[in-house]
């Protein structure tokens, strides 16, 4: 017996996804039959990833977006459903980070921290979701069948890590933000859930696990392993499913039990 999950029919918007996981979630979603907002500040990257995935058989499209301004948001979103329609899923993604102790963070190194990575998403989601709830109340046009909104944590927004301690606050954030809009929204049939990534070789950090600082970290992993983009994908699809509907709230550890 198999059991496959069919997006089709469903729009699903990519924040960051130029590079690194949110272009991986984009092409993952585009196979699953949903037509894809592709949307970040690298355009041409974005252009080049539609390319990709019309090649393939999928439907995509591109938007610019920054998610540290909130007209660019608004803009943004307008433009996908003008364009598209409406926004059924919600992969919010965007993030950055800096290396260094907490004693030498600056106001500059934590406003650019927590201006995209937990402020930014929560008015992509506030956006997003006053969209979805709009079409759940009846009061804008589209048929409802239930939003998904899926946050992009980490695990160190559960497991503090070294040197990047702002890094971590801010995805403690987005964990607690995820719980906050599942109990607000879940009554309109909105599910917000969270996937914490452990460890991911992605093109940002992939040199670093050739270096000896990288190798010894894969040694202290409880599986001396690292994982790849495509090692998300099933979680990501489960919870756009409309089949997911009884998951919410949930955070979702993808990590090989590093956070354990």
């Known amino acids: 017996m198999s059991y496959s999950i069919d997006l089709s029919g469903r729009v699903a918007l990519v924040t960051g996804a130029s590079s690194g996981l949110g272009a991986q979630f984009a092409r993952t979603l ?21 390319a990709e995935i019309e090649a393939s058989g999928g439907n995509a499209h591109v938007v610019g977006l920054d998610v540290t301004d909130n007209a660019s948001i608004r803009s943004a979103v307008a433009h996908a459903e003008t364009e598209v329609g409406h926004i059924d899923i919600l992969i919010n993604n965007s993030g950055v980070s800096t290396t260094q102790k907490l004693t030498d963070v ?19 989601a506030q956006e997003v979701g006053k969209r979805m709830l709009a079409r759940a109340k009846g009061s ?28 971590c606050m801010s995805k403690a954030a987005v964990v607690h933000m995820t719980r906050s809009m599942a109990l607000e929204w879940g009554r309109y049939g909105i599910n917000v859930n969270a996937i914490c990534p452990g460890y991911i070789d992605t093109e940002i950090n992939h040199e670093h ?4 600082q990288g190798r010894k970290l894969i040694e202290m992993l409880p599986r001396k392993r690292i994982g790849k983009p495509e090692d998300l994908d099933a979680a990501l699809v489960m919870l756009c499913a409309k089949e997911s509907h009884f998951i919410n709230g949930a955070i979702i550890q993808a990590d090989d039990g590093f956070a354990v």
């Open 209 to 212: 696990w050739q270096t000896e």
């Open 140 to 167: 804008a046009p589209g048929t409802f069948t239930g939003g998904r909104i899926v946050n992009i944590a980490s695990m160190a927004g559960i497991r503090v890590l070294g040197q990047i301690g702002i890094y």
């Open 30 to 50: 585009a196979r699953s039959g949903a037509a894809v907002v592709l949307a970040g500040r690298r355009v041409e990257r974005l252009k080049t990833l539609r």
């Open 106 to 124: 600056t106001p500059e190194d934590y406003d650019y921290v927590f201006d995209t990575n937990t402020k930014g998403a929560f008015f992509v």
